[in-house]
């Protein structure tokens, strides 16, 4: 609950350029406490830390080559604007 009213806080309070890393920190917590406590991922044996870990790993493999399409793409020209 108190991830939760820090979610509401930060939307509500102007931080600048911080307001991404602000949100970003929070929403990692969230992920951590959950994958942590209902997952049942903390108090498992290793093989399932190992598991939790490629899951994760793969997720930011994922994002990275998405992100690399997207920003290696140019700004195509509209004609007529």
Known sequence: MVLL???VGAAF???GPLNLAVSLGI???KAILIVLIFMHVRGSEPLV???AG???LWLAILIGLTLCD???RGWTQIPGK
């Open 5 to 7: 009213l820090a979610t």
């Open 13 to 15: 309070v102007d931080l």
């Open 27 to 29: 929403a990692v917590t």
């Open 49 to 51: 830390h190992v598991y």
């Open 54 to 56: 490629a899951g994760f």
């Open 70 to 72: 997207v920003l290696s």
